[in-house]
C-alpha cells in the first residue's frame, strides 16, 4: 500500500509543479501582452506629439515670415514668436517624458508570486484535522 501512497504522491506533486509552470506561463504571457499593449499606446501618443511639433513648426515659420514681411523689427523678441517658442518646448519636452516611459515600460520585470511549496509528506487530499 505504500508504494501506492508514494506513487500517487508523485502524481500529485508532479501534478501541482505542472499547474505552477502552466500559471507562470499565462502570467507572463498576460504581463507581456499588457506591457506591449502600453508601449503601442505611449509610441501612439509619442507620434501624435511629433506631428503637434512639427505643425508649430511650420506656424512659426509663417509667423516669422509674416513678419518679416510688414518690416517689423526685433522678431525673436515678439510676443506671438515667444509664445509659438514656449509651446516648442512643452511639445518636446512631452516628447522626452514619453520616450522616458516608453524606456521604463520595455525595461519593467515581470514580478512573480512565488509558487506554494509543496508538502511531500503530506497527501494534498486529505484535510487538516488540526483545526
Known amino acids: 500500500m505504500s508504494d501506492q501512497n508514494d506513487l500517487k504522491q508523485k502524481i500529485l506533486s508532479t501534478s501541482e509543479r505542472i ?23 505611449k509610441k ?5 506629439v511629433q506631428k503637434k511639433i512639427s505643425t508649430s ?12 514681411e510688414e ?5 525673436m523678441t515678439n510676443p506671438g ?12 519636452q512631452s516628447a522626452v517624458d514619453l520616450l522616458a516611459e516608453i524606456d521604463r515600460l520595455k525595461n519593467e520585470e515581470e514580478v512573480c ?14 484535510k487538516d484535522t488540526e483545526d
Request: no cysteine; hydrophobic share 35%.
Open 19 to 41: 499547474l505552477d509552470a502552466t500559471k507562470k506561463g499565462i502570467h507572463t504571457a498576460t504581463f507581456k501582452a499588457n506591457q506591449y499593449k502600453k508601449i503601442v499606446q
Open 44 to 48: 501612439i501618443d509619442l507620434n501624435a
Open 57 to 68: 513648426h511650420a506656424d512659426l515659420g509663417k509667423l516669422i515670415d509674416d513678419l518679416r
Open 81 to 92: 514668436v515667444k509664445e509659438m517658442f514656449l509651446q516648442i518646448d512643452t511639445l518636446k
Open 71 to 75: 518690416g517689423a523689427k526685433g522678431i
Open 113 to 126: 508570486e512565488a509558487p506554494s511549496p509543496v508538502q511531500p509528506d503530506k497527501d494534498p487530499t486529505e
